[in-house]
């Protein structure tokens, strides 16, 4: 008679979470999330039963490869105010934003420019466009200065020097409404790294590796995973949460 495998419960159930983020999490990741559903389990055992499993990840072999927007000075650059002091403990306090390109099929491109909150990670808006405009920055600008506007201190939004970021119309949106602006020495890619990993990391977790499609399907992915990213991908250094349960978390902790 067969003997039946005592850790199968568990094994399914790493299974499971390694399949629902489409193989996004290693080990540390799936730890916490064991956790989450009340199961506390040593991460040496995570990593072991991962290995006997093959669950490991292959999008992490490639490296995110920059789109620059800098054409010189074109207009107004402001002075850095963040100084690579990413971590706050203030929600909305400090934003940051930055724009990313993709090849598409027929070699068409897309772009994508988000708004992060810099106090857990959330993508507060972004835009998606065939072409990196100015409208495609304005138009989230003033999606996440509606969500920000109550803040308890002045919002900060930290750049590079990116030609949609010099631009007058862009300036003005942020003196109207009171937001302090915030620019990286140029070429200084550690004064913007949150956006830069944020970039890293989706292109690593749905572009890299798959097929290219129409603009259309690729702006249809990056919806969705913001989406995932924002509501349900876990981070260690938020407590193994994702950023919205982490903002909710600590919204309550201070009601």
């Known amino acids: 008679m067969k003997k039946e495998n005592p850790k199968q419960e568990l094994e399914d159930r790493i299974q499971s979470i390694f399949d629902e ?8 990741r799936v730890k916490l999330e ?30 995110s490869r920059k789109y620059s927007s800098y054409k010189g000075n074109v207009g107004k650059v402001a002075k850095n105010r963040i100084h690579r002091r990413f ?25 994508l420019s988000p708004i992060m909150d810099l106090y857990n990670g959330e993508i507060l808006s972004y835009g998606l466009g065939t072409s990196p405009t100015l409208d495609l920055a304005i138009k989230p600008l003033k999606e996440a200065i509606e969500v920000v506007r109550n803040s308890q201190f002045r919002t900060t939004i930290h750049s590079d020097q ?13 003196k109207e409404n009171k937001v302090f602006q915030s620019m990286s020495r ?19 977790e749905m572009y890299y590796g798959e097929a290219k499609c129409t603009v259309e399907e690729l ?22 949460m994702s950023p919205v349960q982490y903002r909710i978390h600590t919204s309550q902790l201070v009601a």
């Open 219 to 240: 702006s249809e992915r990056i919806n969705r995973y913001i989406d995932y990213y924002n509501n349900k991908r876990i981070k260690q250094k938020l407590a193994g």
């Open 162 to 174: 990116g030609w949609q970021y010099q631009h007058k119309k862009w300036v003005k949106t942020l």
């Open 87 to 111: 971590q706050t403990s203030v929600c909305h306090q400090k934003l940051t934003t930055d724009i990313t390109e993709f090849k598409c099929l027929n070699g068409e491109k897309l772009y």
């Open 186 to 204: 140029k070429g200084n890619c550690l004064d913007y790294s949150p956006m830069e990993n944020f970039f890293g990391l989706l292109k690593q």
């Open 34 to 63: 064991l956790k989450n559903q009340g199961k506390i389990v040593n991460h040496k055992a995570v990593q072991r039963i991962m290995g006997k499993l093959g669950l490991r990840g292959n999008k992490f072999s490639r490296k």
């Open 21 to 28: 983020n489409d193989g996004n999490y290693g080990y540390r």
